[in-house]
């Protein structure tokens, strides 16, 4: 009984690490993350915008916005120089979200959590015993290799 204690304990103590890890890793990552989204949101609508002016205005919108201001080059070469560099802005932002697969890593992490303190509930209030959820130990952290 003693031996079994023990165990338990050495497994309780093994999931509140694990979920403080995984707590530090979103801490960490989900600010980048959520800045990386807004970026290609705000990023892609200000490249739809400054194309939708001249597109749907045509001469007369250039010309509107050449009276109201004068930048030393033509209004639709600035407009495209900026919409450009936006939308390149745009799948750098998208390519860096995809390539470092943020969204999922996030999802297993907080899914992890959650499932550890469901487990680490149901030992402390003996309603699982150790031989039942140390395989589930370690299924769980299997789920989040990258933390």
């Known amino acids: 009984m003693l031996e079994n204690k023990h165990e338990e304990d050495v497994l309780l103590t093994k999931i509140k690490t694990k979920r403080q890890e995984l707590t530090d890793y979103l801490t960490k990552y989900k600010p980048r993350h959520s800045r990386l989204i807004n970026s290609s949101i705000t990023f ?28 030393g080059i033509p209004v639709w070469q600035l407009l495209c120089v900026v919409a450009a560099i936006l939308s390149i802005a745009t799948v750098i932002v998208n390519g860096m979200l995809k390539s470092q697969n943020l ?45």
């Open 44 to 71: 892609g609508a200000l490249t739809a915008a400054l194309t939708m002016g001249p597109g749907v205005g045509g001469n007369e919108f250039i010309n509107t916005i050449s009276n109201v201001v004068s930048f």
């Open 103 to 147: 969204t999922s890593k996030i999802t297993s992490a907080q899914s992890c959590v959650s499932k550890l303190e469901g487990l680490e509930t149901l030992l402390e209030l003996r309603q699982m015993d150790i031989k039942q959820a140390a395989p589930l130990y370690t299924q769980y952290i299997s789920e989040v290799y990258h933390v």
